[in-house]
């Protein structure tokens, strides 16, 4: 609801009978009848207020214009997010790590937002959603944080580096030799880096992979032993 709020016009319209009064009982070329008059009419004009006080009134909210809609929607985009409460795991090192994943991923997504081309933009998701995952592993098994300190040190913060200037050079609007040759190149990279960024996954499961291996090659050795090789069961 918006409040308005509607001033009477009776108390000057008390001010202006004053006035007249003054001039038709009394000679108004006198300084001291000018002085009895402000003095009579300040009266009378807050005695008027108080008698006819101003009104307010609630009316609705006006309906939005689409251009005043189409603003509160940006605005509401551009709004950060609310900041989780902080949480810890008990293991500085790890809480440190998450919280190096969380700089890098708000400045990948701010990246995003500003990089218009939609090969880089969709190479930049399938890079957040695999540091996501590799940070939420090593959370998960703390013990693999060797493996990938050299992936938080240098690859992230380098591909990090390589799309600012990207989207540095990408903001000027203009095309020149300099600014086109160094955004080919770092196109030409980015292909690269998000199979880097794979094979980091990939490599946190070695030790897992090998496990199973090891399990299936025993019991393929127990069947064999047992004369179930090969056997399908039902």
Same mark, same amino acid.
């Given at each position: 609801m918006v409040k308005k709020k509607k001033r009477s016009v009776l108390p000057v319209y008390t001010v202006g009978a004053v006035w007249l009064c003054f001039a038709l009982s009394s000679h108004l070329y006198q300084i001291s009848n000018y002085i009895s008059a402000v003095i009579v009419s300040l009266v009378a004009y807050a005695v008027a207020r108080m008698i006819w006080p101003d009104k307010v009134y609630e009316l609705p909210d006006p309906a939005p214009t689409p251009k005043q809609e189409k603003k509160a929607e940006a605005e509401k985009k551009t709004e950060p997010d609310?900041?989780?409460? !902080?949480?810890?795991?008990? #293991?500085?090192?790890?809480? !440190?790590?998450? *919280? $190096? @994943?969380?700089?890098?991923?708000?400045?990948?997504?701010?990246? #995003?937002d500003n990089i218009q081309d939609e090969t880089i933009s969709a190479q930049i998701d399938r890079m957040e959603e695999t540091t996501t995952k590799i940070v939420d592993h090593v959370v998960a098994h703390p013990e693999k944080l060797p493996q990938i300190r050299k992936?938080? %040190?240098?690859?992230?913060?380098?591909?990090?580096?390589?799309? %600012?200037?990207? +989207? @540095?050079? +990408?903001?000027?609007?203009?095309? &020149? *030799? %300099?600014?086109? &040759?160094?955004k080919t190149k770092i $196109? +030409?990279?980015? *292909?690269?880096?998000?199979? !880097?960024? +794979?094979?980091?996954?990939?490599?946190?499961?070695?030790d897992e992979a090998m496990d199973i291996s090891s399990d299936i090659t025993v019991m393929e050795n127990m069947l064999a032993q047992e004369g179930l090789g090969g056997m399908q069961f039902q």
């Open positions: 609310a900041k989780p409460e !902080a949480k810890t795991t008990g #293991n500085p090192k790890i809480d !440190a790590l998450i *919280e $190096e @994943r969380g700089r890098a991923i708000s400045e990948m997504r701010r990246l #995003n992936f938080m %040190n240098y690859y992230l913060p380098t591909t990090l580096k390589l799309l %600012n200037a990207y +989207d @540095r050079m +990408d903001s000027t609007g203009i095309s &020149g *030799e %300099n600014i086109d &040759g160094t $196109e +030409d990279m980015l *292909e690269t880096i998000v199979k !880097a960024f +794979d094979k980091q996954l990939d490599a946190l499961f070695r």
